[in-house]
């Protein structure tokens, strides 16, 4: 099969796109992909406090713990929801009797990852902290939710960094950090969080692996398999079994 691609910009604009006659192949090997070309617009990153890249990464953690702070704070204070209680008895059946088929209209994932945050918080409790201080079951249920959301700032940044520049990036990580809508949402023991991180994930190992591809890198493939298994792991976090 004979495939090629042409494309001919002007000021960023696509004006053509045909296709001609060429080899796939030339001595045996498959010559590199020609991918949807992808030139988005880069804003300046002049600013001073982007400029050194560990400067970059120490604000972005700053923005992180921030995130981070803002959403563990009083985890606990709110009782539970009735759906997040039936999650709570879905983590104490499976830690006394294993896996079982008990709330089987929501996905494993969020329950496995819940199941180990109870485990844990119980051995704090029994080990290190005192009962004024014991970690609170719904704190417990919460938690993996707040981490998986707290970390999102980082996956906007990663996205938004490929597709627009670092300044836009830091802007966006920003407003997601300290946006209260967003925190209030990963304090819920709900799948929302976990969707949008592995969607997050999933879109920017996809942008990588094409602009690396465009780029003539040979290892293009490797983001296409982490995008595969990021993917994979999206319908484990908010589809129902009905």
Request: with cysteine.
């Amino acid at each position: 099969m004979n495939l090629a691609t042409h494309v001919r910009y002007d000021e960023g604009l696509l004006l053509t796109f045909r296709l001609t006659d060429t080899t796939l192949h030339q001595k045996g090997q498959l010559l590199p992909p020609t991918t949807a070309a992808i030139h988005p617009q880069r804003f300046s990153t002049d600013l001073a406090f982007l400029k050194g890249r560990w400067t970059a990464a120490m604000i972005l953690a700053v923005l992180i713990l921030v995130g981070f702070a803002l959403r563990i704070h009083n985890l606990g204070a709110e009782s539970l929801s009735e759906d997040e209680l039936n999650k709570l008895e879905t983590v104490s059946d499976y830690r006394q009797n294993g896996l079982t088929s008990r709330n089987g209209e929501h996905p494993f994932l969020m329950k496995g990852l819940q199941t180990v945050s109870l485990i844990g918080a119980d051995e704090l409790n029994a080990t290190i902290l005192s009962p004024a201080n014991a970690i609170s079951p719904e704190s417990a249920l919460r938690f993996p939710l707040v981490l998986f959301g707290t970390f999102t700032a980082l996956l906007i940044f990663l996205l938004v960094r490929e597709l627009f520049g670092r300044s836009i990036a830091f802007v966006a990580a920003c407003l997601w950090a300290v946006e209260p809508l967003a925190a209030a949402i990963d304090r819920v023991a709900k799948e929302d969080s976990l969707v949008l991180f592995f969607f997050l994930l999933t879109s920017f190992f996809w942008v990588r692996s094409q602009t690396r591809a465009e780029t003539g890198d040979p290892n293009w493939i490797r983001w296409v398999w982490l995008a595969a298994i990021s993917f994979g792991a999206l319908p484990e976090s908010a589809t129902d079994h009905n």
